[in-house]
């Protein structure tokens, strides 16, 4: 099965960068769709972007576009999330996830989660 680990979560000023990966082993991340997900205390878990299985095409949430990039390093076999410009209301836990359907930021279209990394933006 395959087992995601996220990593990179952390305290940040709002502004502030910070950049997620999501790591794999005994399966390699470039067969799957990979899309990373966020969810706030009350709140329900939200799709923020999501990298394609075959082209790599990218898609975001309408409130993280310019701010966050999604990419794969297959060298080292993970799934990057930049993200910049960093605003108090992206605090969540964030978690990737695995597809091997259409990449859509939808977390009921992805069956393999990680246990997720806490991402706290605050001054």
């Known amino acids: 099965q395959l087992q995601l680990v996220e990593s990179g979560g952390g305290l940040v000023q709002p502004g502030g960068s910070l950049r997620l990966s999501c790591a794999a082993s005994r399966f390699t991340l470039d067969f799957y769709g990979i899309g990373w997900f966020r969810q706030a205390p009350g709140k329900e878990r939200e799709g923020v972007s999501c990298?394609?299985?075959?082209?790599?095409?990218?898609n975001y949430a309408d409130s993280v576009k310019g701010r966050f990039t999604i990419s794969r390093d297959n060298a080292k076999n993970t799934v990057n999330l930049q993200m910049n410009s960093l605003k108090p209301e992206d605090t969540a836990v964030y978690y990737c996830?695995?597809?091997?359907?259409?990449?859509?930021?939808?977390?009921?279209?992805?069956?393999?989660w990680g246990q997720g990394t806490q991402v706290t933006v605050s001054s």
């Open positions: 990298i394609s299985r075959r082209d790599n095409t990218t």
């Open positions: 996830a695995a597809t091997v359907g259409v990449c859509v930021l939808s977390p009921t279209d992805f069956g393999s």
